[in-house]
């Protein structure tokens, strides 16, 4: 699996921003869209794109497009706010959901929301989800897009543990992770350290004993 940590400048400040504890939602949440569009530019890279004829007012040359524009598939609650500025970013792109909670107890993922298209040959997919803790919940959502036959999938997140990231490569699945940071690992109850606590507590509130 490739793995790509975006580490600009600008990419660190709006992550910083993320961490601390006194950042209040909305700030966090505007700083979560910007990396989003930094974390998504750079995913873009990976895309295919063809050439086409076009005109300018001055003269006939060629322009460019993707060949085949991902299905956007944010991973809710905590993905939804990677959600705007990645289809803001991407126009022609369509968009799934995939709705997850982990059990605090077990840390492992209960669905509780599936929106996919049910036959996904020859489709690209952007997962994005800010956090990889333990794994288990983009490993669930990636099996669900791998089993409708996808085989080009780039996992979008903001922070990784390193037993998340082993967790997908050891998965055998066709995968590709672009994130801002890989942090030290995992706490006992698999929070990433030194991480930002619950990403979707921190954006639509809620009380989380990390
Ligand atoms: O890698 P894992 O150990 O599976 O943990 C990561 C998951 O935990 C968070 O979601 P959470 O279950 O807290 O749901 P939420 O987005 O509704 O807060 C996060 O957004 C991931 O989906
Ligand atoms: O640190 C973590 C781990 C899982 N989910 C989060 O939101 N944060
Ligand atoms: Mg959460």
């Known amino acids: 699996m490739d793995v790509l940590v975006v580490d600009h400048p600008l990419a660190q ?13 909305g700030v966090f949440r505007a ?4 990396l989003t569009t930094m974390v998504v530019y750079e995913a873009a890279r990976l895309f295919a794109v063809e050439k086409y004829p076009i005109e300018t007012p001055v003269a006939p ?19 939804l706010g990677m959600a705007d500025a990645a289809l803001a970013l991407l126009p022609e792109s369509s968009m ?15 669905a509780y929301m599936e929106s996919l298209p049910g036959d996904l040959t020859g489709q690209p997919v952007l997962v994005l989800d800010p956090m990889l ?5 983009l490993l669930h959502c990636c099996r669900l897009l791998a089993d409708r036959g996808c085989t080009d999938i780039i996992i979008c997140c903001v922070l990784a543990a390193p037993e998340g ?19 030290q690992g995992l ?4 929070y990433i ?6 990403a979707g507590d921190r954006q639509f509130g809620g009380m989380r004993r990390f």
């Open 13 to 25: 400040t709006r992550l910083t921003a993320m961490r601390r504890t006194e950042t209040d939602s």
């Open 31 to 34: 700083s979560l869209h910007e």
């Open 61 to 79: 040359t060629e322009g460019t497009r993707l060949a085949n524009p991902p299905l956007i598939v944010p991973v809710l609650r905590a993905g």
């Open 96 to 110: 799934g959901f995939v709705g997850l909670a982990r059990d605090e107890e077990t840390h492992e993922p209960r």
């Open 133 to 137: 803790a333990t794994g288990g919940s």
């Open 165 to 183: 990231v082993d967790r997908l490569k050891d998965s055998g699945l066709p995968l590709r992770l672009v994130t801002a940071s890989i942090d």
């Open 187 to 190: 706490n006992e109850k698999a």
């Open 193 to 198: 350290v030194p991480g930002l606590g619950d």
